[in-house]
């Protein structure tokens, strides 16, 4: 959705960040991979969903740090939608 090259129609922000938004059905997956020293911030904006195995509901953000990839799977009979930061 946003990053510093605006690649691919996204939002050019002047920042080392970049945003993702995922709708993710149930039980469907996505692996986003995280640079070393780098860290992600997810948000849930509807739905439950995991996040590296952890549970979130609608409201929810979870910080990532340490990892090599963040993977978030929907869980709601409905659905997720979600928003990952990729942080410096």
Not at 61 to 79: I, K, Q, Y
Request: hydrophobic share 45%; aromatic share 4%.
């Amino acid at each position: 959705m946003a990053g510093p090259d605006a690649a691919q129609g996204a939002a050019r922000i002047n920042q080392d960040a970049r945003m993702y938004a995922s709708v993710l059905s149930p039980d469907e997956t996505v692996t986003s991979p995280l640079a070393p020293g780098r860290h992600a911030w997810v948000q849930c904006v509807t739905g439950t969903a995991e996040v590296n195995g952890l549970a979130i509901k609608t409201g929810d953000g979870v910080a990532v740090s340490d990892e090599r990839e963040v993977v978030l799977r929907g869980t709601a009979p409905s659905g997720a939608e979600l928003l990952l930061f990729d942080l410096a």
